[in-house]
C-alpha cells in the first residue's frame, strides 16, 4: 500500500471531505489522527477505519485553540509514531453580506480557516523540519480564488490560505517539507448543503433548486463533485508520483473556476 507505516493527521476528519479522506488514507496503510469539534462525528469516521482494520487516533477540539493544536500534535506523533502528512480541512462558514456580518462572525470564521490552518501548520513543520520530511495540504476553496456573493469572510480566509501555502512552502522546501494547496468547487457534504439551503431561503428557493441552477450554469462538467474525489486528489499529493509538487493550488471543481 503506498502510506504502510505513514502517519495521517486531518482536521475536520468527521465529516464531508475530512472523513472520506480519512478513509483513503487508511486504506492505503496510514495511521490516521482526526481533530474536529464534532466528536460524534469524528467517532463514526473512526469506527469506518477501524471496521476496515485500519487505525485511527480521535481528539475532540477546535483548531481555532492553539492548545488543542499543539496538544493534537504532540499526540499524533506519540501515539501513532511520526507525522508524516497534514490535512489541513476544517472549515466554517456564514452566508450574509458585509453588512450583516458581526465582528464575531468574522473572527470565527478567520480564526478557524485562517488561524487555525497557520498554527497547525506551525506546529507541524516543526517536527517536519527536524525529520526532513513531511506533507502539508491545505484546504482552501473556489471561494479563494475569486469572491462569492455573501461570503466576505469565508472568500477572505481562504484566499489567506492559499498565500500561506505559497509561503510555507518557500520556506521549507530545502528542509524537505512540501505544502500545497487544494480548491474544491461545490463539493457534495454538509457544509456546501448548508450554504445552498441558506442562499435559497434569502431568495425563497429550497436549497437543492439553487445548487441544481447554479451548477448548470456554472460548472463545466454540469454535477457537483464527491468527497471521494477531493481525497484521491490529497493522496496524490501527499504520494511520492508529486514529489516535485510544491507550492501549487490545485482547483477540484469540475471546470468551475476554468473561466466564464
Ligand atoms: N463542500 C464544498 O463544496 C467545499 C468547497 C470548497 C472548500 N471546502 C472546504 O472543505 C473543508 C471541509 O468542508 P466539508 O465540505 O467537508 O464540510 P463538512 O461540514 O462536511 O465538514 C467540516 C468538518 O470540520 C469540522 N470543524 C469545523 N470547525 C472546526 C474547528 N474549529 N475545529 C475542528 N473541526 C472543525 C466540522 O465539525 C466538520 O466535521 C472546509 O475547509 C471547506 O471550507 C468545501
Given amino acids: ?9 486531518i482536521t475536520g476528519g468527521g465529516s464531508g471531505i475530512g ?6 488514507f487508511a486504506a492505503e ?27 485511527c487516533l480521535i481528539i475532540e477540539g477546535s483548531i481555532s485553540s492553539s492548545a488543542v493544536v499543539d496538544n493534537s500534535i504532540k499526540d499524533t506523533i506519540k501515539k501513532l509514531g511520526g507525522l508524516d502528512f497534514v490535512f489541513n480541512n476544517a472549515g466554517c462558514e456564514f452566508v450574509a453580506p458585509l453588512l450583516e456580518t458581526t465582528d464575531s462572525q468574522w473572527d470565527e470564521v478567520i480564526d478557524t480557516n485562517l488561524k ?3 498554527m497547525v501548520a506551525r506546529q507541524a513543520a516543526e517536527h517536519m523540519v527536524r525529520t526532513g520530511f513531511g506533507v502539508i495540504i491545505n484546504n482552501a476553496s473556489d471561494a479563494g480564488l475569486r469572491g462569492i456573493r455573501l461570503n466576505a469572510a469565508y472568500s477572505t480566509s481562504k484566499a489567506g490560505i492559499i498565500h500561506l501555502t505559497k509561503s510555507i512552502a518557500l520556506d521549507y522546501g530545502a528542509a524537505g517539507v512540501r505544502c500545497n494547496c487544494i480548491c474544491p468547487g ?10 445552498n439551503r441558506e442562499v435559497g431561503a434569502r431568495k425563497g428557493k429550497p436549497g437543492e433548486e439553487v ?3 447554479f451548477v448548470k450554469a456554472n460548472i463545466p462538467m454540469q454535477r457537483v463533485g464527491l468527497p471521494e474525489e477531493v481525497a484521491s486528489v490529497v493522496l496524490f499529493l501527499c504520494s511520492d508520483d508529486a514529489r ?4 501549487a493550488t490545485i482547483p477540484i471543481d469540475g471546470g468551475l473556476t476554468a473561466g466564464m
Fill in 186 to 195: 461545490c463539493i457534495r457534504t454538509p457544509l456546501c448543503e448548508r450554504f
Fill in 244 to 247: 516535485y509538487v510544491s507550492g
Fill in 116 to 118: 487555525g490552518t497557520f
Fill in 29 to 55: 496503510g496510514a495511521s490516521v489522527a482526526i481533530v474536529d469539534i464534532d466528536f460524534e462525528g469524528a467517532d463514526g469516521t473512526r469506527k469506518a477505519i477501524e471496521d476496515a482494520g485500519g487505525k
Fill in 19 to 24: 472523513r472520506a479522506t480519512a478513509i483513503a
Fill in 1 to 9: 500500500m503506498r502510506f504502510d507505516g505513514k502517519t495521517a493527521y
Fill in 211 to 213: 445548487l441544481d441552477a
